[in-house]
T-cell receptor
Framework: GENVEQHPSTLSVQEGDSAVIKCTYSDSASNYFPWYKQELGKRPQLIIDIRSNVGEKKDQRIAVTLNKTAKHFSLHITETQPEDSAVYFCAALDTGRRALTFGSGTRLQVQP | SAVISQKPSRDICQRGTSLTIQCQVDSQVTMMFWYRQQPGQSLTLIATANQGSEATYESGFVIDKFPISRPNLTFSTLTVSNMSPEDSSIYLC???????????FGPGTRLLVL
């Protein structure tokens, strides 16, 4: 089955700086890669996703890149704000089970 | 997206008892899933709730411990049976929309077993 590794586990940045979170996956057949943001006590919220037929996708201050050859994908947040502070999870779709396998999460702290 | 509700939002239970968690969606969906999130941890898939057939369980999870029902395309239940303190966790349902790949989560049920 799919295995997803996520780094770093914690990340602290100054407000206005950029943040990058990286994930690798094991199943070369995976074709869908979402990112979720989870604030304390809340449900995971889908913030952006990418499919294997594109290499990059952008939505305002958030972008995701995908390298299928290397089997890794990254989340980029620019001009970080304190409200970006949360735990971020990457995931990959296990095409066999049609279910998501999640990374271990990154706790992002944006210092004002 | 989808409007997803879960009941109860939280509960405190005694060991040895069982709790049934409900998940309701505002529209018909093909895929429904149940996840567990232990404190400070990632999300672990328990099972895929299949409409009209038995749920598909992940390794480490069994039907006797986590029976699941999916009577229609908008509703599912997860029962945590014969609970122990190790079952203390957040239980989340999620639904697949569109092509079924894009998943949205319910608000979760926070369970504490004493």
């Amino acid at each position: 089955g799919e295995n997803v590794e996520q780094h770093p586990s914690t990340l602290s940045v100054q407000e206005g700086d950029s943040a990058v979170i990286k994930c690798t996956y094991s199943d070369s057949a995976s074709n869908y890669f979402p990112w979720y943001k989870q604030e304390l006590g809340k449900r995971p919220q889908l913030i952006i996703d990418i499919r294997s037929n594109v290499g990059e996708k952008k939505d305002q201050r958030i972008a995701v890149t995908l390298n299928k050859t290397a089997k890794h994908f990254s989340l980029h947040i620019t001009e970080t704000q304190p409200e970006d502070s949360a735990v971020y999870f990457c995931a990959a779709l296990d095409t066999g089970r049609r279910a998501l396998t999640f990374g271990s999460g990154t706790r992002l702290q944006v210092q004002p | 997206s989808a409007v997803i509700s879960q009941k109860p939002s939280r509960d405190i239970c005694q060991r040895g008892t069982s709790l049934t968690i409900q998940c309701q969606v505002d529209s018909q969906v093909t895929m429904m899933f149940w996840y567990r999130q232990q404190p400070g941890q990632s999300l672990t898939l328990i099972a895929t709730a299949n409409q009209g057939s038995e749920a598909t369980y992940e390794s480490g999870f069994v039907i006797d411990k986590f029976p699941i029902s999916r009577p229609n395309l908008t509703f599912s239940t997860l029962t945590v049976s014969n609970m122990s303190p190790e079952d203390s966790s957040i239980y989340l349902c999620s639904v697949g929309k569109g092509d079924g790949e894009t998943q949205y989560f319910g608000p979760g049920t926070r369970l504490l077993v004493l």
